[in-house]
């Protein structure tokens, strides 16, 4: 069983910054592409970041692109999301989300959800 497990979401004021992490819990897998999605309440789950674990060639959305950085730490099994200059409609549920190496995904864009088979449960960020 593969298990995501973000963390580093709280409560923070407008133009302040958080960072969230995503790792592995227990086993670890080979991972093609890791993302990071959000979902605020009443509405639907959008990808904002996305990276690709060999190049490092990274994809965002246009409501962060400027704002946020999608890294990684591939000798960790971990990645990241820098959000800056943060904003009342930056709250969200965020969840992580990795597309295992081998997985037969669709060729759609990168922030897409069908790209990914495993997710985490999501960490709160709140901006106020």
């Known amino acids: 069983h593969v298990q995501l497990v973000e963390s580093g979401g709280g409560s923070v004021q407008a133009g302040g910054s958080l960072k969230l992490s995503c790792t592995f819990a227990?086993?670890?897998?080979?991972?093609?592409?890791k993302a990071w999605f959000r979902q605020a309440p009443g509405k639907e789950r959008e990808g904002v970041a996305a990276?690709?674990?060999?190049?490092?060639?990274?994809y965002y959305s246009d409501s962060v692109s400027g704002r946020f950085t999608i890294s990684q730490d591939n000798s960790k099994f971990t990645w990241y999301l820098e959000m800056n200059s943060l904003t009342p409609d930056d709250t969200a549920m965020y969840y992580c989300?990795?597309?295992?190496?081998?997985?037969?995904?669709?060729?759609?864009?990168?922030?897409?959800?069908?790209?990914?088979?495993?997710w985490g449960q999501g960490t709160q960020v709140t901006v106020s």
């Open positions: 227990g086993r670890t897998i080979g991972v093609h592409l």
């Open positions: 989300a990795a597309q295992e190496i081998g997985w037969p995904a669709p060729a759609q864009r990168p922030t897409s959800e069908a790209m990914y088979n495993h």
């Open positions: 990276i690709v674990s060999g190049s490092g060639s990274t």
